[in-house]
């Protein structure tokens, strides 16, 4: 286990960061990969708050932007 790492658009973006929970800090999140990207729902492991994508980078967006 581990925590998830989004991949952002390869063509604009060459970085990885570390996605964490903005209610418990956690960085497991479960979601099925077969699911479409633009509707997948991440849930937190720890805490089991659910975020779609778009969210969890706008909940992370202060440690985005430091990397």
Sequence with gaps: KG???ITLNPDKYS??????????????????????????VYKCISCEREFAKDELIQENAENIDEH
Excluded at 17 to 37: G, K, N, R, W, Y
């Design 3 to 5: 925590g998830h790492t």
């Design 15 to 40: 970085r990885q960061v570390i996605l964490t929970c903005p209610t418990c800090a956690s960085t497991e999140f479960e979601f099925d990969p077969d699911m479409d990207e633009s509707i997948a």
